[in-house]
């Protein structure tokens, strides 16, 4: 992970995603222990807001923050 500001926009294979499970995918975290360590320390945004529950599922529309990261979830 790069400290460069960076969006990418990611295409939904079902009707949902959970948040650790978006870390993994798209390389925020290496690994599912460092999506957890991501999540209960607070630093991952869902839509602007701090979330601390790795299994918060994730829809089309919303978006996703991690330091200048963000990842914008489509329609499959």
């Not at 599912?32 to 320390?41: F, N, R, V, Y």
């Not at 918060?56 to 991690?66: E, I, Y």
């Amino acid at each position: 992970m790069t400290d460069s500001p960076h969006t990418l926009d990611l295409q939904l294979r079902g009707d949902h995603i959970t948040l650790d499970a978006l870390l993994k995918a798209t390389g925020l975290a290496a690994s599912g222990g460092e999506a957890k360590a991501l999540i209960t320390s607070g630093q991952v945004l869902v839509d602007g807001v701090a979330e601390v529950r790795r299994g918060r599922k994730l829809r089309a529309g919303q978006v996703v923050a991690l330091g200048p990261h963000r990842v914008q979830l489509l329609n499959a």
